[in-house]
């Protein structure tokens, strides 16, 4: 009697297959892990916008932190008429 070949044994074809799935899983759970990681570092960005305010007698310019991230102004400089 003639041995059969291991890889057509139905118990190692089934255990291949599970293993071949679980492997394919755990890939797929990490690149979604990755994916939510960069997502939620791109959900905390600030976002500063620059407006303007005026009326008859008023003028004014303001500046506000529309995003969810904490913005962080190192510098700003206003000039009037030269000044």
Do not use: D, H, M
């Given at each position: 009697m003639e041995k059969?070949?291991?890889?057509?044994n139905p118990e190692m074809l089934i255990?291949?297959?599970?293993l071949f799935i679980a492997i394919?899983?755990?890939?797929?759970?990490v690149y979604s892990a990755y994916i939510d990681r960069a997502y939620a570092k791109t959900t905390?960005?600030?976002?500063?916008?620059?407006f303007l305010s005026h009326s008859e007698s008023r003028f004014s310019y303001g500046v506000a932190n529309k995003g969810t991230g904490s913005a962080i102004l190192r510098?700003?400089?206003?000039?009037?008429?030269?000044?």
């Open positions: 059969e070949k291991w890889y057509r255990a291949l297959t599970a394919l899983t755990a890939s797929i759970s905390v960005w600030p976002n500063v916008e620059i510098y700003a400089k206003v000039n009037v008429e030269n000044q």
